[in-house]
């Protein structure tokens, strides 16, 4: 298999530029663009069905990527104002000079990421991926946890043959035989773990030293001239994270929502019902304290984002780090959310 890491790497960065206010252009208009990619959250029915929409009283155009550096591009391109991202990519652009606000944070490290091994690859604990070929989506948290595992086995990404490739080319890759192991999320770790087995979890991954998160973004311009906005997508998102966490049955395998879900991301219903079931949803009275998104310098989330930052520079990923990443977060519009 053919690696473009560097090509994809210096592609996905390089297009993390600094954001002028000016480009804001669709929200202007009345119009906000929004970036989701294909993880399985409660509030993506909330996409499909029009419920975001109807709390903000915006119209919204939400268009699907395949990972969170992608969607960076489009938010420093100025075509999206608002964004569903990981951690690591999130570290990456703001290093680089993107100004964006975390306003929610949708999952934490769960088991909905995970490592899997192909059956049969003599893979069988950390040591063992000495050698062998692995992937991950280029400047995401999977492969940012991936290159924190082989650091943790005093690997190097020459020692286990790393390719950072798209997902649904890691998916490709793995149905030719290519791979011996990759870490993904889903619908690509549904598939995987059909012919291999979850090696290490992202849960796991964060409790030997490299935790990680998800959140949803705005960039800094928006946020300053659009809290109603935010504040009302937060309670969206909110909303329906507190029905799967208190009704479990609104959320099984033959329920709407897991129909709705496999409709908007693909696979079936049984496969998203299953999905939702790894997240690890933190509710918004704890987001909003210093754990997570409150406390500037000294939340949780800009201690992980200088954490991941510091990792990125030492394997190459990017050239600065900066003094904090407090300034990336806020607590503002989960707060009051009752």
Known sequence: MKTNLPTLLSAALAAVVPFAASTIAEAASGKVVVGYQTDALPSSVAIANGDFAKATGTEIDFRKFNSGAEIFAAIASGDVQVGYVGSSPFAAAVSRGLDVKAFHLATISGTDEALVVRNGSGIEKPSDLKGKKLAAAPVSTDHYQLLAVLKQEKLTERDAQVFAIPQPDIVAAWNRGDLD??????????????????????????????????????????????????????????????????????????????KTLAKLLGGTPSDQASALTNLSLVPAEVQASTAWLSGGEGSGAGKILKDTAEFLKEQKKITTVLPSYGGFVTADYVKEIR
């Open 181 to 258: 192991g990759a870490f993904v999320w889903d619908p690509a770790l549904t598939e995987l773990k059909k012919t291999g087995k979850v090696l290490l979890t992202s849960r796991e991954v964060a409790d030997r030293g490299a935790p990680t998160f998800s959140a949803w973004v705005a960039t800094a311009a928006f946020a300053k001239d659009n809290p109603a906005f935010l504040k009302s997508f937060a309670g969206t998102i909110e909303r329906y994270s507190a029905s799967f966490r208190n009704d479990k049955a609104a959320w099984g395998p033959d329920s709407e929502n897991a």
